[in-house]
């Protein structure tokens, strides 16, 4: 899925989102082959990694950004910081990575990405554990409430990679 072109002003925008540790780098990786550009956001020392995809023959940015809890109460400099990118960079989609076993929780930002009218995919990640622990997730009946595409995957095993990079094709392409 990994093309070595280089990254153009045309190129489409895509910036995976959510708290630390949910999976975000994995998905990352396994989109971009794990090629990554990590590049300094500008007066900081927070890192953005970049990679490339490409669909159809056009080059997708991949941007994977620092963890964050909140967009309207940012509290530490990564979040400041993905806070600053998600307001200036203009995706052309955000993709918000979730833990699904802490789904009530991390919905929250979902709403907020919603509120603000980004093009938006939803991955519940994890959603292995989320099933050893009992809690399942219609993510059908999900995609229908939020108006949004709802993935459940597996970063680690590529379980649910072949939709989200399907539904990547769809929505920017």
Do not use: C
């Not at 960079?89 to 980004?118: C, Q, R, S």
């Not at 009946?141 to 590529?158: A, E, H, K, R, Y």
């Amino acid at each position: 899925m990994n093309t070595k072109n280089s990254i153009t002003t045309n190129d489409k925008k895509v910036y995976l989102v959510g708290s630390p540790n949910v999976g975000k780098s994995v998905i990352f990786n396994y989109l971009t082959d794990s090629y990554a550009l990590v590049s300094n956001y500008p007066g900081t020392t927070v890192e953005l990694s970049t990679g490339k995809i490409l669909i159809e023959g056009q080059v997708v940015r991949l941007i994977d950004t620092p963890g964050i809890y909140s967009l309207y109460f940012p509290i530490s400099e990564e979040e400041k910081v993905t806070r600053k990118v998600l307001m200036t960079g203009n995706p052309d989609l955000v993709i918000h990575v979730i833990d699904a076993k802490n789904i009530e929780k991390m919905l929250v930002m979902t709403f907020e990405l919603l509120e603000l009218g980004y093009n938006l995919i939803l991955v519940l990640n994890i959603i292995d554990e989320a099933k050893k622990l009992g809690i399942s997730i219609n993510t059908e009946l999900l995609s229908n409430i939020l108006g949004i595409p709802v993935v459940g995957t597996v970063s680690i095993t590529g379980q649910g990679m072949r939709e989200l990079f399907f539904l990547i094709s769809k929505m920017v392409i």
